[in-house]
């Protein structure tokens, strides 16, 4: 999906003519904010958000790497992290299933399936999101490529780099997420 067709994405997501829940439609938003595999996300747990340092600390275990990964939180992703806690479903997760707390978080593949009811097969799944802050990152924001990288939690360097190179560059990559969430918004995403 390219970066102009963002608008109608987001009409179409707010609109919900494919009748997502609550849950799932705050999941695809927070997906955007963060570009986050899904597998990540659909797991996150209050207890994660470490509002102490305003950032979300996904434990390595959950993470494709084996890296903890540190998401630096933005107005806005507050403000749809806050909806779901409303919800108040006391089970831990952020996203929890539809079928009851017992049955913990809700299916990564959720995401995918409200995609494909709104009419986006082919054209976006939830993994592709990755690829929108990638290129417009650098093209629309003139952020480089790996402040990005980093957060999208690639590895970044050779194995010698990745050896020696413990940097976070937080404060360089919490400036990226702000100016893309205030992108998004200004894209039409509604929170």
Same mark, same amino acid.
């Given at each position: 999906?390219?970066?102009?067709?963002?608008?109608?994405?987001?009409?179409d997501?707010?609109?919900?003519?494919?009748?997502?829940?609550?849950?799932?439609?705050?999941?695809?938003?927070?997906?955007?904010?963060?570009f986050?595999?899904?597998?990540?996300?659909?797991?996150?747990?209050?207890?994660?958000?470490?509002?102490?340092?305003?950032?979300?600390?996904?434990?390595?275990?959950? #993470?494709?790497?084996?890296?903890?990964?540190? =998401?630096?939180?933005?107005?806005?992703?507050?403000?749809?992290?806050?909806?779901?806690?409303?919800?108040?479903?006391?089970?831990?997760?952020?996203?929890?299933?539809?079928?009851?707390?017992?049955?913990?978080? #809700?299916?990564?593949?959720?995401?995918?399936?409200?995609?494909?009811? #709104?009419?986006?097969?082919?054209?976006?799944?939830?993994?592709?999101?990755?690829?929108?802050?990638?290129?417009?990152?650098?093209?629309?924001?003139?952020?480089?490529?790996? =402040?990005?990288?980093?957060?999208?939690?690639?590895?970044?360097?050779?194995?010698?780099?990745m050896?020696?190179?413990?940097s976070? #560059?937080?404060?360089?990559?919490?400036?990226?997420?702000?100016?893309?969430?205030?992108?998004?918004?200004?894209?039409?995403?509604?929170?």
């Amino acid at each position: 999906m390219l970066w102009e067709q963002l608008p109608q994405f987001f009409e179409d997501l707010e609109g919900n003519q494919a009748n997502g829940s609550v849950v799932t439609l705050c999941a695809l938003k927070v997906a955007f904010m963060t570009f986050l595999r899904a597998s990540s996300l659909s797991g996150m747990r209050w207890e994660e958000w470490d509002a102490s340092q305003d950032l979300w600390v996904i434990p390595g275990a959950r #993470m494709k790497n084996g890296d903890a990964h540190l =998401i630096p939180m933005t107005d806005p992703l507050r403000e749809v992290l806050e909806t779901l806690r409303q919800l108040g479903t006391g089970n831990g997760f952020v996203f929890p299933s539809p079928r009851g707390a017992s049955k913990g978080h #809700m299916n990564p593949s959720s995401m995918n399936q409200h995609l494909v009811r #709104m009419g986006y097969k082919g054209v976006l799944n939830a993994h592709g999101i990755r690829a929108i802050p990638m290129t417009a990152g650098q093209e629309v924001l003139g952020f480089p490529a790996e =402040i990005i990288q980093r957060q999208l939690s690639h590895s970044i360097g050779d194995k010698i780099r990745m050896a020696y190179d413990r940097s976070e #560059m937080l404060d360089e990559r919490r400036r990226f997420m702000v100016a893309w969430c205030d992108a998004l918004l200004a894209q039409g995403l509604k929170v």
